[in-house]
């Protein structure tokens, strides 16, 4: 017996699954969406530093290089027509000693290749003159840099999506998927109830759970479905109120962008994410790696004393490479990589996924034959 009938299936209520969700809404046809836990973004979207990300750092042509660029320019216009609070503080990336010099003119090569807009190489004089307190000799200028409030940019997607006709169904575990030739049967566990949904087709957008899924899909090559790794990433905030008007990172290092510092709405600072690879899910924040964080952010703002950090929160961003060691961009399969008729896989969309919400829910959009 089945309980629902619709056209897409979207599992995972992330920003980029309710980008998806009010996307495929607003194209007229029937969505129902399909999150585990009680609300949306409650994993990797709403547990990051919030940055509207400009496009610098990723491999020309890759798609987290595309999508960022045109996700943050989506995000911007999208925020200021439904009211959602961006800020667009610039950043700086700087170099605090002569060696890294070189290193932000190939940063600025990239981002050019990438068509980030604005990217300015700026020495010591100017870059004192932009913020005195820094400790830095030269940066790298992204004007287009800035925040996003996440949780209020997912509300205004979910009304979207939801005014728009779709079904959003929390507390709903997507546990296996049959097809029949046409369309799938999936089992849907709310909170202990079987449902059966049929669908056309699923958009696999769970996030840490996206291999699960999709090895629960009976038409899926399951050679073609990458492993799942977790890099978990800290965050402390600070009790001084900082004295930067713009985001401050340094230099790129072991396969992530350094302990940066961003700017909440009330000016406050954060810093984060480290990386450490675990194994099994926690968001615990030791209070001992603030001396480890200090030491590093330190390096730019050294009037900032080891007592005034204090552990705030931790993420876990969704890896397919288990190390850091080489470049991770986002992976999109249809059923021309894993055979699955009507299916597309998401898997490793961590950073920049929220700035690229809105653009990946295009590039999805792009491949799917709705006729």
């Keep these: 017996m089945v309980d629902a009938e619709t056209d897409i299936l979207v599992v995972g209520a992330g920003a980029v ?109 100017s870059l004192k003159a932009m913020e005195p307190e820094i400790n830095a000799i030269a940066a790298l200028h992204s004007p287009v840099t800035g925040v996003v409030d996440s949780h209020s940019y997912m509300a205004a997607l979910e009304a979207d999506a939801e005014n728009a006709g779709a079904i959003i169904a929390y507390q709903s575990r997507f546990e296996s998927a049959s097809f029949d030739g046409e369309r799938y049967m999936v089992t849907i566990d709310g909170q202990g109830e079987k449902m059966t949904l049929s669908a056309r087709h699923i958009i696999n957008a769970a996030g840490h759970g996206s291999r699960q899924v999709s090895l629960a899909i009976e038409t899926m090559n399951p050679d073609i479905v990458p492993p799942h790794y977790m890099a978990k990433g800290q965050y402390f905030v600070s009790t001084r109120k900082p004295p930067f008007r713009h985001l401050i990172y340094p230099m790129p290092s072991g396969g992530g962008l350094g302990i940066h510092l961003t700017l909440d709405s009330g000016g406050g600072a954060r810093f984060g994410p480290d990386i450490q690879w675990v194994d099994t899910p926690s968001y615990d924040v030791n209070p001992n790696d603030a001396k480890r964080f200090h030491a590093l952010i330190s390096t730019y703002w050294p009037e900032l004393q080891p007592d005034e950090l204090v552990p705030a929160w931790a993420g876990l961003r969704p890896k397919i490479i288990p190390d850091g060691s080489v470049f991770q961009d986002f992976v999109i399969t249809t059923e021309k990589d894993h055979a699955a008729p009507g299916v597309i896989a998401l898997y490793g969309i961590d950073s920049p996924g929220l700035t690229s919400s809105l653009a990946i829910a295009d590039e999805v959009a792009s491949k799917m034959d709705l006729s």
Excluded: W
């Design 17 to 125: 699954g309710l980008a998806i969700t009010r996307k495929l809404a607003l194209s007229g046809a029937s969505v129902i969406l399909a999150e585990s836990n009680p609300g949306f973004g409650m994993e990797t979207s709403s547990r990051n530093s919030e940055v509207i990300h400009a496009g610098i750092y990723y491999p020309t042509g890759s798609l987290k290089a595309r999508l960022c660029v045109a996700g943050a320019a989506m995000m911007y216009d999208y925020c200021a027509d439904r009211g959602v609070t961006t800020k667009r503080h610039g950043k700086l990336i700087v170099a605090t000693e002569e060696g890294q010099i070189e290193g932000l003119a190939r940063l600025k090569d990239i981002g050019d290749a990438n068509e980030v807009p604005g990217l300015e190489l700026i020495g010591e004089e």
